[in-house]
């Protein structure tokens, strides 16, 4: 079936195909009806973005070798960016100050600086196109707060039902409890957690706590003793400084966003020096801003050769807004001109932001419109450029209940690490639908209307375990 629904055009990227296996849509047991229903029915309350009117009839699945391919790249990555933050300076105050950040946006800074910096990376999803030579990691996620462990939980619990095949994907939400096992048995503290949050942060009929509960289940069912607790909960709900009843907190909250809507971050801050671990610490942040990632593109005095290769090969080209000439394709360009001269090859964006907001596209915004975009960045000193990505496409199955067709879609694949694990993998795609964001050259679910879906690929009884995923499997 094609239609004004059908997104592009073309076949699909090959680091998406595996010849040897079927059609996922071949494998599918349920009516487009039944696949619809159960997609608005299970996901109902977990924030999970179907706009519509055509929803994926089928997860993405992808060849063995480029799953693994994903985690690989990202705590690579990872490690690179944090290490390039740790070494901007001692402490993390003054490492807020090297990247141009405010000490004071980071209030739950537990000054216990060797704690922060052992879970700083903790929990992480950064956000991957595929490009013409395969990966290109665009930007970081690090904190707990992140999108993607509940909606990829929920969207594979779907597919596993609608299709006979046994996709394999490593599951976030159980995941990130064996990060919290590895705490608890390196501190030597009680399985007992604190998921800390606000149900004023969700908004709709995303107030539901269904998402809730089941974090609380993943859990319990490993022996935690767990409760979700608001603020106002927590000096009676965690006992006296010293005897805690939950020894640690993990922190579902951007502390940001509690301070925009006049929540108060107190009880928390009492709640840590009375002794709660909240996890991840308020440090991750500072791995999420881009200037980091800026640092590890233009390359440090310590990467080895290999790393250098690496991040050439899967960072696309990235530098911080600040005057002065640099490299690009070979050739020395002072930075700002070639940016003005080269609109169309680059993306500016903010060094601090969530859910492309303050993004700008050059080849999709007017020249009189970047110029003064770009001036003001370099004046201010707290954006990023990047060389921009076209993102290859793969084919994927669309319903509208009724009907289903095959489009080629261009996602944003996000795999995620919880204490250096693999904890499964996010996507977001655009349809015609959100065509007007579309022209803006950004994927969001928040700000530009994108479906969501999981990312799995074939399960094999028989293929050897991947390597460092054996526990994982488990």
């Known amino acids: 079936m094609t239609g004004t629904a059908s997104l592009r055009t073309g076949s699909s990227h090959p680091w998406f195909l595996d010849d040897e296996r079927p059609a996922p849509s071949a494998l599918r ?5 039944e696949v619809t229903a159960l997609l608005r029915e299970e996901l109902a309350g977990l924030s999970v973005s179907l706009p519509g009117p055509w929803v994926p009839a089928q997860p993405f699945v992808l060849p063995r070798q480029s799953y693994d391919e994903l985690f690989g790249i990202a705590r690579t990555l990872l490690a690179l960016v944090r290490r390039a933050v740790l070494a901007l300076g001692t402490g993390w105050p003054a490492r807020a100050e090297a990247l141009g950040a405010d000490p004071h946006d980071y209030p739950l800074l537990s000054g216990q600086d060797n704690t922060e910096t052992a879970y700083c990376s903790m929990m992480a999803r950064p956000d991957i196109v595929i490009g013409e030579n395969g990966p290109q990691l665009l930007e970081f996620n690090v904190s707990g707060t992140f999108g993607g462990p509940n909606e990829s939980h929920g969207l594979t619990e779907v597919w596993q039902h609608t299709h006979r095949e046994r996709f394999f994907g490593h599951d976030p939400l159980a995941t ?35 998402f809730q509960e089941r974090e609380l289940e993943q859990f319990r069912r490993r022996g935690f003793t767990a409760d979700f607790l608001e603020p106002d909960r927590l000096p009676e709900a965690l006992g006296r400084p010293g005897n805690l009843r939950y020894p640690l907190g993990l922190r579902n909250f951007a502390p940001a966003d509690w301070r925009e809507r006049g929540q108060s971050l107190r009880p928390v801050h009492d709640a840590q020096r009375a002794g709660l671990l909240l996890l991840p610490p308020q440090s991750s942040g500072l791995l999420a801003n881009k200037k980091a990632l800026a640092l590890v593109s233009e390359g440090r005095p310590w990467m080895t050769r ?64 970047w110029r003064q975009a770009v001036e003001s960045a370099f004046a201010a000193g707290d954006s990023i450029v990047q060389e921009y990505v076209e993102p290859a496409t793969c084919a994927l199955e669309l319903t509208d209940g009724t009907s289903t067709f095959t489009a080629q879609v261009a996602p944003v694949l996000s795999p995620m690490l919880f204490g250096d694990r693999p904890g499964g993998c996010w996507a977001r795609f655009l349809t015609d639908g959100a065509s007007g964001s579309a022209s803006r050259g ?29 526990e994982e499997r488990r």
């Open 29 to 33: 047991t349920a009516s487009p009806s």
């Open 176 to 210: 990130r409890v064996r990060a919290f096992e590895d705490v608890c048995a390196s501190r030597r503290l009680p399985r007992a957690i604190a998921i800390i949050g606000s149900l004023g942060d969700l908004e709709g009929d995303d107030a539901d706590i269904r």
């Open 306 to 369: 290999a790393e250098r290769r690496l991040a050439e090969r899967h960072l696309p080209w990235t530098r911080i807004t600040l005057p002065g000439r640099t490299r690009w394709e070979g050739q020395e360009h002072e930075l700002l001109e070639l940016l003005l001269v080269r609109r169309e090859r680059f993306v500016l964006k903010k060094a601090i932001g969530m859910m492309g907001r303050e993004v700008l596209v050059g080849r999709y915004t007017e020249p009189v419109d």
């Open 442 to 470: 950004v994927i969001s679910v928040g700000g530009a209307g994108a479906s969501e879906n999981a990312v799995l690929t074939w399960a094999d009884p028989t293929a050897r375990p991947a390597a460092g995923t054996e």
